[in-house]
C-alpha cells in the first residue's frame, strides 16, 4: 500500500511503500506561509505523479508475490518491467536455456561422460555435483539417445523371438499328431478307408461342391472342415479334399477317421499317393527343394542374416517373414498343379488353412468368372489401409531389369487363401508353364527379384486370369493386424489369418482369436490331453 506523510512543519511531503521498502519519493515545499494557491499547485503536481508512483508500487509489489491471482495482476507482472525497462528474468533464462539446448544438440558428447541410470538419479546427481545447464543439458541428450537405442534393440529382440515363435510347432500340436500317429497304428478305425467305398465316385462328381485343402496342420485343418460344415447351408454337399505330406499323413487320416463331419464327405491323401507328383513333374519344386542357396536362406542362421541397421521394425519384420521354411514347401505350392491333381473336377475352391468360414460358401460356385480361371479378392483397396494396400511394388523388386521390364509396380495384387478355380478355364492356358519359367529366372538371380513364397510368381502366372470378387467374401490381416475391425469380422464370409500371429499360437491376438477357437472340438480327447488351447 502507498503511504502519504506531510512533515509536521507542512514543508515537505513523503510518498513511501507499506512493503517494508525505503520512501520512494520526498517533495520539498518551500518555506513561505501556506495558501491555498500553493495548495492548489501541489495537488497539480501530485496528480501528475502519482500514476508514475503507482506503477512503481505495483511492479515492486508484484516481484515480492511467488503467483500472481488474476490474468490482470499476471499481465502488470509482465508489462511492468518492460514499461520500467528492465528485462525480465524468466524470459531471459528461456533465452539462455534455448541457446544451450541448440548448442549441445549439434555437440558431440563428450566421451568421459557418465550417464545415470535413471532420471531420480540424474536429478540426485545434479544436486551434488551442482551441475552447470550445459552439463545437465549434455546428460540428458545422452541418456535420450541411450533408451531410444535400447527400446529399439528390445523391439528387434522382440520382432526376431516372434519370428521363431511363428515358425516353430506348440507343444499342443505336436502332442496332437504324435497321439494321432500313436493311434492310426494301433486303432483300427482311425485306419478306416476315407471316404468310405461307397462314396468314391462323389469325389470326382461335380454337382458337389468341392474344397481343396493343402497343410500339415491336423489343428488347422480341423477348424476349416468343421467351420465349413457348420457355416454350410447344404453340407451334405460338401467334399473335401484334405492334401497333407508323408510324416503327417498318419496324423490327418486318423483325426478325420475318428472324428467324422457327415453328411460332409472327406477324402485325406498324401503327396506320395498321388501318382503326378513324381520329380519328372516337378523339376523346379526339386532344385528349389535341394538349392544349397534356397536351404541356407531359409533354414539357416536366421540371427546371422539379420542386419537391423539403416531398417525399420517394419520392414525388418518383413525381411524375416520372408524366411519362412514354409515358402520352399511343396504342400505351399501345390496349388499350382490342381488341374493336375484333379483332373476330373470343374470348379473348385481352394482354402488355406489359416482361415475360419463363417458363412455358407455355395454361390461361390454359381458366380460367373465371365472367361477367367481365378476368383479372388484384389487388396490393393479396401477400408483397411494397411491390410489393403499391396500392389506388384510390395512384392516385387523392380530394380531388376526383367521385373522392370515385364510388370508394373502399380498393379493391382490379389489374396492367395481363398480362391474359387475354373478349372476348365485354368487347362486352357499356360499359367503352369509362366509359373515355372518365373521360379527359375528367380532361382538364377539369387532370389533377387522376390523373396516371398508363392504368391509373386502366381501374380505373374495368373495376369489377365484373375477375376475379383466382392471383399465381403475374404477378409485378411488378422494375423497381423491387432486393430481388426471385430464387427467386419462378424459379417465376413471367410477370415484370413494370413500374417505371423496365427490363433493357435500364443503370439496370436486375444480379441480375435474367439472366431477360430470356437470351432476347435474341445470335447475331444486328445485336444484335451495335450492341452491345445492352453499351449
Not at 511531503?13 to 499547485?41: E, Q, V
Not at 549434455?138 to 519370428?163: G, V, Y
Not at 447351408?233 to 472324428?259: C, G, Q, R
Not at 497381423?480 to 505371423?500: F, L, M, P, S
Amino acid at each position: 500500500m502507498m503511504q502519504l506523510s506531510f512533515s509536521p512543519s507542512m514543508r515537505s511531503l513523503t510518498i513511501s511503500s507499506s512493503n517494508g521498502f525505503t520512501d520512494l519519493m520526498k517533495i520539498k515545499i518551500a518555506a513561505r506561509p501556506f495558501s491555498y494557491r500553493t495548495l492548489f499547485h501541489a495537488i497539480l503536481i501530485l496528480a501528475f505523479l502519482l500514476p508514475f508512483v503507482f506503477i512503481l508500487t505495483a511492479v515492486v509489489t508484484l516481484e515480492s508475490v511467488p503467483n500472481c491471482s488474476s490474468s490482470l495482476g499476471c499481465l502488470g507482472r509482465r508489462w511492468g518491467p518492460s514499461f520500467l525497462g528492465r528485462a525480465d528474468a524468466s524470459e531471459r533464462l528461456v533465452r539462455d536455456l534455448y541457446m544451450i539446448l541448440n548448442d549441445v544438440n549439434t555437440a558431440a558428447i563428450p566421451n568421459d561422460l557418465e550417464l545415470p541410470d535413471s532420471f531420480s538419479q540424474l536429478v540426485l546427481e545434479m544436486k551434488n555435483n551442482q551441475y552447470d545447464a550445459r552439463t545437465f543439458a549434455f546428460m540428458l541428450r545422452a541418456m535420450m539417445e541411450k533408451f531410444e537405442r535400447e527400446i529399439r534393440e528390445s523391439k528387434f529382440a522382440e520382432l526376431m523371438n516372434k519370428h521363431f515363435a511363428a515358425t516353430s510347432i506348440p507343444k499342443g500340436i505336436h502332442c496332437l499328431s504324435l497321439r494321432l500317429t500313436d493311434e492310426y497304428s494301433s486303432n483300427v478305425h482311425a485306419r478306416v478307408q476315407l471316404p468310405s467305398p461307397e462314396l468314391l465316385p462323389l469325389l470326382s462328381d461335380n454337382s458337389y461342391h468341392h474344397f481343396i485343402l493343402s497343410t500339415d496342420n491336423v489343428l488347422a485343418a480341423s477348424v476349416v472342415v468343421a467351420s465349413a460344415v457348420q457355416s454350410s447351408l447344404k453340407p451334405e454337399k460338401i467334399v473335401f479334399h484334405v492334401i497333407t505330406d508323408k510324416k503327417t499323413y498318419s496324423a490327418m487320416h486318423s483325426w478325420f477317421a475318428l472324428n467324422p463331419v457327415s453328411p460332409a464327405i472327406i477324402e485325406v491323401k498324401g503327396i506320395h499317393q498321388f501318382d503326378w507328383l513324381m520329380k519328372e513333374n516337378i523339376p523346379v519344386l526339386e532344385a528349389v527343394e535341394n538349392n544349397k542357396g534356397v536351404r541356407t536362406y531359409y533354414h539357416g542362421n536366421h540371427i546371422a542374416g539379420a542386419k537391423v541397421d539403416g531398417t525399420t521394425p517394419r520392414m525388418f519384420a518383413s525381411k524375416l517373414q520372408w524366411k519362412s521354411p514354409k515358402y520352399i514347401s511343396l504342400l505351399n505350392h501345390l496349388r499350382i498343379y490342381i488341374p493336375e491333381l484333379f483332373p476330373s473336377l470343374e470348379k473348385v475352391v481352394f482354402l488355406d488353412d489359416d482361415i475360419v468360414i463363417q458363412r455358407d460358401l455355395s454361390p461361390l460356385w454359381e458366380l460367373d468368372l465371365g472367361g477367367k480361371v481365378n476368383g479372388a479378392v484384389e487388396t490393393c483397396r479396401g477400408e483397411d489401409d494397411w491390410v489393403m494396400s499391396k500392389h506388384f511394388k510390395n512384392y516385387f523388386n523392380f530394380s531388376n531389369p526383367l521385373i522392370a521390364k515385364h510388370l508394373d509396380p502399380d498393379e493391382c495384387a490379389w489374396a492367395y487363401g481363398m480362391n474359387i478355380f475354373d478349372l476348365r478355364a485354368w487347362r486352357k492356358t499356360d499359367i503352369r508353364e509362366t509359373y515355372e519359367y518365373w521360379l527359375k529366372e528367380n532361382l538364377k538371380s539369387n532370389m533377387t527379384m522376390w523373396k516371398l513364397g508363392t504368391l509373386p510368381p502366381a501374380l505373374i502366372a495368373f495376369r489377365d486370369h484373375v477375376h475379383p470378387i466382392d471383399p465381403s467374401w475374404h477378409m485378411l490381416g488378422l494375423g497381423y493386424q491387432i486393430k481388426t475391425d471385430v464387427e467386419r469380422v462378424k459379417k465376413a464370409a471367410v477370415i484370413h489369418y494370413n500374417g505371423q500371429s496365427k490363433p493357435w499360437l500364443q503370439i496370436g491376438f486375444d480379441n480375435l482369436r474367439p472366431f477360430w477357437s470356437k470351432y476347435v472340438n474341445q470335447s475331444n480327447d486328445f485336444v484335451r490331453s495335450c492341452r491345445i488351447l492352453e499351449s
